[in-house]
């Protein structure tokens, strides 16, 4: 078929198509197994961390007995390799038995009683990345029902061998026939990654219309490098990027890998608080069985979350990048509030950075700020103020900044307030 009759094709579909069924009017919040699990399917050797239907009800037994379900983190989902190799012969997708012996139904089941959600994962095209079976253009209505008839939520369509007329169909097709199906499912698109992630080759708008989130860049690895790198890449290309966000579609950077082997403390919280600020999914892929403390206090971080989590859906921006390689993020919040994240790009020691607000862009007047992650509250901040503070070397300063006359009436009331010790520049 050539890209014409593709495009003219595309234009029916898309008459009929939006995935307007209110799901995911915030970022999606859970847990993947994709960056720490991976296509360990060695059950004999590995049994409790291999991919099988163990780790996902351990998974939903920590995020529903540690504080985790509360904060907002419900979707378990899988990845690849979850799948037998061969359909079965009605032509539907099954899962491996000698790993999933109780089915998906039961599976979601299991989750769905524990008060969580599903999450499954298929690819556009004839193998999924890790060589399972793909989902052709023919397939996608078979899918879509067999999923729904199973009770899943969410669905992360990946985009291995496949060619970009094929995904210029089938995205739009799987989207109109998870739709078709009456069941509210999540609709992850991995489109934009095969095809560079920009305008022209991607159109957000049709993306928006048709998807709730979807991968732009690279996949994440367990890594301080692949967390700049994913920073870098959203930063630069932000004019495209951010106007595409709100709710119900949302840019997707890839899971939080914060609680494994490859961040710093530091590095985590900034991880953390940049996800926050691009409206992100706050996704975990780690091993919740097995957790430090640390990692557990910044991914459980409530004013970290309500940031990410801000009924705008607003993404944030990179509004500054100094010469120092210190950065600054910034992102508009409902009442009136707003977050900023100071970023150091340095690798030798912590760095003392001064500005006010007024150079940040904030209007004239009086604000106070929450330290999310030391819970300090900063007093008496005129936009004027000029304030110094040290940033550690890829570590961040997070702020939620409100109107002072407001704090008096509600802001009092929602976060804990100490006065200031540490910032006492002001
Ligand atoms: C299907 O799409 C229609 C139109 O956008 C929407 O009103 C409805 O909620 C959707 N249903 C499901 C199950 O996605
Ligand atoms: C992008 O998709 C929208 C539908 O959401 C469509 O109206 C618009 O024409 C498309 N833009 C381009 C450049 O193809
Ligand atoms: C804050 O600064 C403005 C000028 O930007 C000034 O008019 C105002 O009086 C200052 N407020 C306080 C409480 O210092």
Redesign the pocket.
């Given at each position: 078929m050539g890209p014409l009759a593709a495009a003219q094709l595309l234009a029916l579909i898309s008459l009929t198509v939006?995935?307007?069924?209110?799901?995911l009017k915030t970022p999606p919040m859970g847990w993947m197994a994709w960056e720490r699990f991976r296509c360990d399917v060695d059950c004999k050797d590995d049994p409790k961390n291999c991919i099988s239907e163990v780790l996902f009800r351990d998974i939903a037994d920590r995020l529903a007995e540690d504080g985790w379900k509360e904060l907002g983190y419900e979707y378990v989902i899988i990845d690849d390799c979850w799948m037998s190799m061969q359909r079965d012969e009605h032509g539907r997708l099954q899962p491996e038995p000698s790993r999933f012996p109780g089915g998906i139904a039961k599976l979601a089941r299991y989750i769905h009683d524990r008060e969580l959600k599903l999450g499954i994962y298929a690819d556009m095209g004839t193998h999924t990345c890790m060589g399972f079976p793909g989902t052709t253009l023919d397939k996608i209505e078979i899918d879509a029902q067999t999923f729904a008839s199973w009770g899943v939520d969410y669905l992360k369509f990946d985009g291995c061998s496949s060619n970009p007329v094929e995904q210029m169909l089938g995205y739009p097709l799987m989207s109109k026939a998870?739709?078709?199906?009456?069941?509210?499912?999540a609709y992850s698109c991995s489109w934009p990654v095969y095809v560079g992630g920009l305008p022209p080759n991607v159109n957000y708008s049709l993306l928006g219309d048709i998807c709730h989130l979807w991968r732009n860049y690279n996949d994440i690895q367990d890594s301080w490098d692949s967390v700049q790198d994913i920073i870098e890449w959203y930063s630069n290309n932000q004019d495209y990027l951010q106007p595409a966000a709100g709710p119900g579609r949302w840019n997707d950077p890839d899971m939080l890998i914060i609680g494994n082997f490859g961040l710093s403390v530091d590095q985590a919280r900034s991880q953390m608080a940049l996800w926050a600020i691009m409206a992100a999914p706050l996704i975990m892929s780690n091993d919740l069985r097995n957790l430090g403390n640390s990692a557990r206090t910044i991914l459980q971080n409530k004013v970290a979350i309500a940031i990410n989590q801000d009924p705008l859906g607003i993404q944030g921006r990179r509004l500054l990048t100094e010469k120092t390689h210190i950065e600054v993020y910034w992102r508009p919040l409902s009442r009136s509030a707003s977050a900023i994240v100071f970023l150091s790009r340095r690798t030798d020691m912590p760095y003392l950075y001064r500005t006010s607000l007024a150079k940040l862009n904030y209007d004239a007047g009086n604000y106070e700020a929450y330290d999310v992650f030391n819970g300090l509250t900063v007093t008496g901040l005129n936009a004027t103020t000029e304030f110094t503070f040290s940033i550690n070397p890829s570590g961040v300063v997070m702020w939620y900044v409100y109107p002072e006359q407001q704090s008096k009436q509600t802001e009092k009331s929602h976060y804990q307030h100490e006065k200031a010790s540490h910032h006492t520049v002001l």
């Open positions: 939006a995935l307007d069924n209110g799901l998870l739709n078709a199906t009456g069941r509210p499912i």
